[in-house]
């Protein structure tokens, strides 16, 4: 996600109607046109304010910014904001293909015994979360899978490990249409996980690892 100011809202790759059981339309539309869009634009305001254009948005949350502590946590809050909207949309799709094959389906496999016991420990993972948070799967830089959460809007150290997907835990993004209901959120969620997309990044970040050190 190297996009530079202006940043903008990224459209949504289906339609409202089609994440239905995930969400309904209405949900998905204001989650999207309503709390990411003021995220975009809190954020642009913020970067001219503080002269931080030059900056792309993954910069602006890991770059050491010269500004006091406040301003910093304001800039990457907004930042934080973007940056997580964008990869739980694109987490998602109306036509999810899971293959118990693919180099994803058989790491989570490998580290957790099965994609059932992997759903249980997610869903555990975010019922740990008191307020609003995110639920993160991440590859580190050896290759092994973990479940992250990060507390409003804070991302993963994005300099040390490479998201795969990411699931939205603010109320906004479920209270209506599952009525509070984390588990049933969770669960439709589940079902329309993009996981091409989920595979296509752990392969990126797998190729991204550093070559063994040579044996001595």
């Not at 301003?71 to 036509?95: C, K, M, R």
């Not at 993972?125 to 959460?149: K, N, P, Q, R």
Request: net charge negative.
């Amino acid at each position: 996600m190297n996009q530079y100011y202006p940043f903008e809202v990224v459209p949504l790759p289906y339609s409202y109607l089609s994440m239905i059981p995930c969400c309904d339309a209405n949900t998905l539309y204001f989650h999207h046109n309503q709390y990411y869009q003021s995220a975009v634009d809190r954020l642009n305001q913020l970067v001219v304010q503080h002269r931080l254009t030059h900056l792309s948005l993954e910069e602006l949350l890991t770059a050491d910014i010269n500004l006091p502590v406040a301003q910093v946590e304001q800039i990457q809050d907004a930042a934080g904001a973007v940056y997580n909207h964008q990869l739980y949309f694109d987490s998602i799709t109306p036509a999810p293909v899971f293959s118990p094959h693919s180099p994803l389906a058989e790491k989570l496999t490998s580290t957790y015994g099965s994609i059932h016991h992997f759903f249980q420990l997610l869903t555990e993972a975010a019922a740990s979360i008191h307020g609003s948070g995110w639920l993160w799967l991440v590859s580190e830089g050896t290759g092994d899978l973990h479940l992250v959460t990060t507390k409003d809007n804070q991302t993963v150290p994005l300099s040390s490990v490479h998201p795969i997907f990411l699931i939205d835990l603010w109320e906004h993004a479920y209270s209506v249409h599952h009525h509070f209901d984390l588990n049933a959120y969770l669960l439709a969620w589940l079902s329309n996980l993009d996981w091409q997309k989920a595979n296509q990044r752990f392969l990126s970040a797998h190729a991204l690892r550093p070559p063994p050190a040579p044996l001595r």
